[in-house]
């Protein structure tokens, strides 16, 4: 293997480069129970003003939505903003659903204040539990009955003297008037007490037969008649038996109502609906006193065939009477129903009935003058939903309607109850794409969301906000009723925040996953017996957690430990590289070494991606591959081109690969395969590379360091193992503490690089070629032998192209004169000129 040279720039990092703990001067306390309260706010700030302004701003259209990470206190910074800000607000008022007796299908909604839906619900209750009783003793009463019996003899005096008069008219007229069951007639008359037979009708003479006969008819007439007029009569007399049952149920009922009116004098909508209860009372009194209670009372939610004296019941469609403030609420199931009312029916008779006291208020309606929290995922999946909280706060008004009725499904007729006005704030809380996408495809989403309050992922790791980060985990572990925490311990789990933020100079805001931590934490800590939790209880809850998910990193570790997954970790190889690629299972992200080929042939200049070709590269590691091979272009194909054809591929990769992190691995294997240059395989790569060679960051570098130390360790550490890094990724690492121990012995090396020319030497060995002033590469460097291969493939190309050559081919590569090729930069930070054939 050839010595590892390392280039100018290139740095192999110090212990103490791998890891930043906690300053202790940063921590002047023993425990955390010194230490007061303090909310996630101060993480914040930004979204803390918005919120505020979007809080306090009472403009239609002014709701808010809050992206940030799932886990960063988002729910927990709005509510206690929302507590602090609306302490000495007055609860809103309470909403009750009445009968409009007018058209019941169109309940009548009542505002009413606070608590007092409550009593008129309780009073209404009262009126209906002694209505039924007042009803019966008013039709009941002996005045009632006395002046019914004189309606009823007064008719049948009336008919029965229009009949006796009718008679004796016909009597005059020598014609009786016979009544029998089967109806009433004319015959004629022998004498004036005793009719003709038909024997005797028939002896008298043809003209006295005649007389008779026109006699009868006419008084048949007439009976006919007044007959017509007895049912005009005797509606006359049922509507005086009517406006009779007014009377009493006015002078029964009347004092009921009367005795409720003076409480909610007030209350104009309230008196006025008392007031339609008396009428109704009085207009349908009769049918009232004959409605019949079932067992089960179903009667009572029917408004077509009897008529119920539940009628004059109150839904209490919002009790704010027990609310301290503007309600608060937090609708974790958002369905269609659930945000904005619903009409209940039930079952009777095979059919559906329902009334206004089934209808069932929403969140909208039970958040009405206050705040309501809804989750943005949650609510984008319900049918409807989105679009029914849009059109109730572009009417300001909460509409109930059932879905049935909104797509047509349903043609039956449907209560309609009045709508319910709104004010109040809606708060969205979702992820930052969910705002994005929504503020990109919905153009009704901005007029309704105005404020945007976006939570950070991370802080920065300042003396100050160590301190408050402390306060902070003692807040948690104080709230869920934990031990105590002691500094070391507290100083470990901001450690850990730093490596959950993959930044040592930041901490990451995910209080959710810190208290678990502390959970698992004392749990352990309350096994051992301990009055505090210290920093090995919060090692073993880290190690453990670890333990329970990374069942497949250790499968794959085993793979290639087993010689399944082909991994080197020593010796070299050409056109080889170790690359590393991370995955996230979960909360649980790990990385492997993947081994990176690259092949090289005639050909016109493309370097084919492979994972690109089976459809198993994403865009962004696409991208890399054309990064690197605009570079390799640039370098050395300004003035020739390239004769060659290469492949890069990850070998053993049978999922979708994305990322260009790789990309700074995949140009190593490039070069090494053109240069026939063998490379370590003790050294693992990560890195992106931009079109000019210089490195830049990646994610997850900590995790891809750990995972080639882990196999390396496993196969026996040799002291030429390592990783090579984005020298801008060292500002990130915050590296197990076997790592560093392996460090500092000098068992294993993490160097950081700027440019692929400081990779590449670190792998080969070899100088990357810097030209001095005549442009010329020093013959055996990197970029000489590159140049010296592409020159024999051009060569050759075009021998088999049948080209005739102008110049005799040369027994050695030399370098271009620096007025065909501009000379390179310094090497390992620069991009150097061209180096075709010539003297070195």
Same mark, same amino acid.
């Given at each position: 293997?050839?010595?590892?040279?390392?280039?100018?720039?290139?740095?192999?990092?110090?212990?103490?480069?791998?890891?930043?703990?906690?300053?202790?001067?940063?921590?002047?306390?023993a425990?955390?129970?010194?230490?007061?309260?303090?909310?996630?706010?101060?993480?914040?700030?930004?979204?803390?003003?918005?919120?505020?302004?979007?809080?306090?701003?009472?403009?239609?259209?002014?709701?808010?939505?809050?992206?940030?990470?799932?886990?960063?206190?988002?729910?927990?910074?709005?509510?206690?903003l929302?507590?602090?800000?609306?302490?000495?607000? &007055?609860?809103?008022?309470?909403?009750?659903?009445?009968?409009?007796?007018?058209?019941?299908t169109? *309940?009548?909604?009542?505002?009413?204040p606070?608590?007092?839906?409550?009593?008129?619900?309780?009073?209404?209750?009262?009126?209906v539990?002694?209505?039924?009783?007042?009803?019966?003793?008013?039709?009941?009463?002996?005045?009632?009955?006395?002046?019914?019996?004189?309606?009823?003899?007064e008719?049948?005096?009336?008919?029965?003297?229009?009949l006796h008069?009718?008679?004796?008219?016909?009597?005059a007229?020598?014609?009786?008037?016979?009544?029998?069951?089967?109806?009433?007639?004319?015959?004629?008359? &022998?004498?004036?007490?005793? @009719?003709?037979?038909?024997?005797?009708?028939?002896e008298?003479?043809e003209?006295k037969?005649?007389?008779?006969?026109?006699?009868?008819?006419?008084?048949?007439?007439?009976?006919t008649q007044?007959?017509?007029?007895?049912?005009?009569?005797?509606?006359?007399?049922?509507?005086?038996?009517?406006?009779?049952?007014?009377?009493a149920?006015?002078?029964?009922?009347?004092?009921?109502?009367?005795?409720?009116?003076?409480?909610?004098a007030?209350?104009?909508?309230?008196?006025?609906f008392?007031?339609?209860?008396l009428?109704? /009372?009085?207009?349908?009194?009769?049918?009232?006193?004959?409605?019949?209670?079932?067992?089960?009372?179903m009667?009572?939610?029917?408004?077509?065939?009897?008529?119920?004296?539940?009628?004059?019941?109150?839904?209490?469609?919002?009790?704010?009477?027990?609310?301290?403030?503007?309600?608060?609420?937090?609708?974790?199931?958002?369905?269609?129903?659930?945000l904005?009312?619903?009409?209940?029916?039930?079952?009777?008779?095979?059919?559906?009935?329902?009334?206004? =006291?089934?209808?069932?208020?929403?969140?909208?309606?039970?958040?009405?003058?206050? =705040?309501?929290?809804?989750?943005?995922?949650?609510?984008?999946v319900?049918?409807?939903?989105?679009?029914?909280?849009?059109?109730?706060?572009?009417s300001?008004q909460?509409?109930?309607?059932?879905?049935?009725?909104?797509?047509?499904?349903a043609?039956? /007729?449907?209560?309609?109850?009045?709508?319910?006005?709104?004010?109040?704030?809606?708060?969205?809380?979702?992820?930052?794409?969910?705002?994005?996408?929504?503020?990109?495809l919905?153009?009704?989403?901005t007029?309704?969301? &105005?404020?945007?309050?976006?939570f950070?992922?991370?802080?920065?790791?300042?003396?100050?906000?160590?301190?408050?980060?402390?306060r902070?985990?003692?807040t948690?572990?104080?709230?869920?009723?934990?031990?105590?925490?002691?500094?070391?311990?507290?100083?470990?789990?901001?450690?850990?925040?730093?490596?959950?933020a993959?930044?040592?100079?930041?901490?990451?805001?995910?209080?959710r996953?810190?208290?678990?931590?502390?959970?698992?934490?004392?749990?352990?800590?309350?096994?051992a017996?301990?009055?505090?939790?210290?920093?090995?209880?919060?090692?073993?809850a880290?190690?453990?957690?670890?333990?329970?998910?990374?069942?497949?990193?250790?499968q794959?570790?085993?793979?290639?430990?087993?010689?399944?997954?082909l991994i080197?970790?020593?010796?070299?190889?050409?056109?080889?590289?170790?690359?590393?690629a991370a995955?996230?299972?979960?909360?649980?992200?790990?990385?492997?070494?993947?081994?990176?080929?690259?092949?090289?042939?005639?050909?016109?200049?493309?370097?084919?991606?492979?994972?690109?070709? /089976?459809?198993?590269?994403?865009?962004?590691?696409?991208?890399?591959?054309?990064?690197?091979s605009?570079?390799?272009?640039?370098?050395?194909g300004?003035?020739? *081109?390239?004769?060659?054809?290469?492949?890069?591929?990850?070998?053993?990769?049978y999922?979708e690969?994305?990322?260009?992190?790789?990309?700074?691995?995949?140009?190593?294997?490039?070069?090494?395969?053109?240069?026939?240059?063998?490379?370590?395989q003790?050294?693992?790569? =990560?890195?992106?590379?931009?079109?000019?060679?210089v490195?830049?960051?990646i994610?997850?570098?900590?995790?891809?360091?750990?995972?080639?130390?882990?196999?390396?360790?496993?196969?026996?550490? @040799?002291?030429?193992?390592g990783?090579?890094?984005?020298?801008?990724?060292?500002?990130?690492?915050?590296?197990?503490?076997?790592?560093?121990?392996?460090?500092?012995a000098?068992?294993?090396?993490?160097?950081a690089?700027?440019?692929?020319?400081?990779?590449?030497?670190?792998?080969?060995?070899?100088?990357?070629?810097?030209?001095?002033?005549?442009?010329?590469?020093?013959?055996g460097? /990197?970029?000489?032998?590159?140049?010296?291969?592409?020159?024999?493939?051009?060569?050759?190309?075009?021998?088999?192209g049948?080209?005739?050559r102008?110049?005799?081919?040369?027994?050695?590569?030399?370098?271009?004169?620096?007025?065909?090729a501009p000379?390179?930069p310094?090497?390992?930070?620069?991009?150097?000129?061209?180096?075709?054939?010539?003297?070195?």
């Amino acid at each position: 293997m050839p010595k590892i040279v390392e280039p100018s720039g290139a740095e192999q990092l110090s212990p103490g480069q791998l890891y930043t703990p906690c300053n202790p001067d940063h921590l002047p306390f023993a425990g955390s129970e010194e230490l007061a309260e303090i909310g996630a706010e101060f993480a914040h700030a930004r979204a803390v003003e918005a919120l505020r302004f979007g809080l306090d701003i009472r403009r239609p259209g002014y709701n808010l939505f809050v992206l940030g990470d799932p886990g960063s206190s988002r729910h927990a910074v709005v509510h206690g903003l929302i507590a602090t800000g609306q302490r000495d607000d &007055k609860p809103p008022a309470d909403w009750c659903y009445v009968n409009n007796f007018a058209q019941a299908t169109r *309940p009548t909604l009542l505002k009413l204040p606070a608590g007092r839906g409550r009593a008129l619900k309780e009073t209404m209750q009262d009126f209906v539990a002694e209505l039924a009783t007042a009803i019966s003793a008013a039709f009941e009463s002996n005045d009632y009955r006395n002046k019914i019996d004189a309606l009823e003899r007064e008719y049948k005096k009336r008919e029965d003297e229009a009949l006796h008069t009718l008679g004796e008219e016909a009597k005059a007229h020598g014609v009786a008037l016979l009544q029998a069951d089967d109806g009433m007639g004319f015959v004629p008359l &022998k004498d004036r007490d005793e @009719t003709l037979s038909e024997d005797e009708f028939a002896e008298l003479p043809e003209e006295k037969r005649n007389e008779l006969q026109r006699e009868i008819e006419a008084f048949e007439e007439r009976l006919t008649q007044l007959v017509r007029e007895f049912p005009l009569w005797r509606r006359e007399q049922a509507a005086r038996i009517k406006e009779l049952s007014r009377d009493a149920l006015g002078l029964a009922v009347g004092h009921l109502i009367d005795e409720i009116q003076p409480a909610w004098a007030d209350l104009p909508e309230v008196t006025a609906f008392l007031d339609a209860c008396l009428e109704d /009372v009085v207009s349908t009194g009769e049918a009232l006193r004959e409605t019949k209670k079932s067992e089960d009372e179903m009667e009572t939610l029917l408004f077509s065939g009897s008529i119920s004296v539940q009628r004059y019941l109150v839904n209490l469609f919002v009790d704010n009477a027990e609310t301290a403030g503007p309600p608060v609420i937090c609708e974790d199931h958002p369905t269609f129903p659930n945000l904005i009312g619903r009409v209940e029916h039930l079952a009777h008779l095979g059919v559906l009935v329902s009334n206004f =006291t089934l209808i069932r208020a929403g969140a909208l309606q039970r958040a009405n003058g206050g =705040t309501l929290i809804l989750d943005a995922a949650r609510l984008l999946v319900q049918p409807y939903a989105w679009e029914g909280l849009k059109r109730a706060l572009g009417s300001a008004q909460a509409r109930i309607e059932s879905l049935g009725e909104i797509y047509g499904l349903a043609s039956t /007729v449907q209560l309609e109850p009045e709508p319910m006005p709104l004010d109040l704030k809606v708060i969205l809380i979702g992820e930052r794409l969910v705002y994005y996408l929504l503020a990109e495809l919905d153009p009704d989403f901005t007029q309704l969301f &105005k404020i945007a309050a976006d939570f950070e992922s991370d802080v920065e790791r300042s003396a100050e906000n160590t301190q408050l980060y402390a306060r902070l985990l003692a807040t948690l572990a104080r709230r869920d009723g934990l031990l105590p925490l002691a500094r070391d311990a507290i100083a470990r789990t901001i450690e850990h925040a730093a490596r959950l933020a993959d930044d040592a100079a930041r901490l990451s805001t995910q209080t959710r996953v810190l208290a678990d931590l502390l959970r698992e934490a004392d749990h352990y800590a309350a096994q051992a017996g301990a009055a505090r939790i210290e920093r090995q209880h919060v090692e073993q809850a880290l190690v453990a957690a670890i333990r329970r998910a990374d069942r497949i990193r250790e499968q794959q570790h085993s793979a290639i430990l087993r010689g399944l997954l082909l991994i080197a970790t020593d010796g070299t190889a050409v056109g080889q590289v170790n690359g590393l690629a991370a995955a996230q299972l979960g909360d649980f992200s790990f990385a492997q070494p993947a081994r990176i080929t690259a092949g090289v042939r005639l050909g016109e200049g493309e370097v084919v991606d492979i994972e690109r070709e /089976v459809e198993l590269g994403g865009p962004l590691h696409s991208k890399g591959v054309l990064i690197l091979s605009a570079f390799l272009a640039t370098r050395f194909g300004r003035l020739t *081109p390239l004769s060659l054809g290469a492949t890069l591929v990850f070998e053993q990769s049978y999922g979708e690969i994305e990322g260009d992190s790789a990309s700074l691995a995949e140009l190593c294997a490039l070069l090494s395969a053109i240069a026939l240059l063998p490379l370590s395989q003790s050294l693992a790569v =990560t890195g992106s590379v931009n079109q000019h060679g210089v490195v830049q960051p990646i994610g997850a570098v900590n995790e891809k360091i750990e995972g080639f130390f882990d196999i390396c360790k496993a196969r026996g550490l @040799t002291g030429r193992q390592g990783v090579i890094i984005p020298a801008s990724n060292v500002q990130h690492l915050m590296l197990r503490h076997d790592v560093i121990e392996a460090v500092a012995a000098g068992q294993f090396a993490v160097y950081a690089v700027d440019h692929v020319d400081q990779a590449i030497a670190l792998l080969s060995g070899l100088p990357t070629g810097r030209p001095d002033a005549q442009g010329n590469v020093p013959e055996g460097s /990197v970029n000489y032998r590159v140049a010296e291969q592409l020159h024999e493939m051009a060569a050759t190309r075009q021998e088999f192209g049948g080209v005739e050559r102008k110049h005799k081919r040369p027994a050695k590569p030399r370098a271009r004169p620096a007025k065909e090729a501009p000379p390179a930069p310094a090497e390992g930070g620069g991009e150097p000129g061209e180096p075709p054939s010539g003297q070195g």
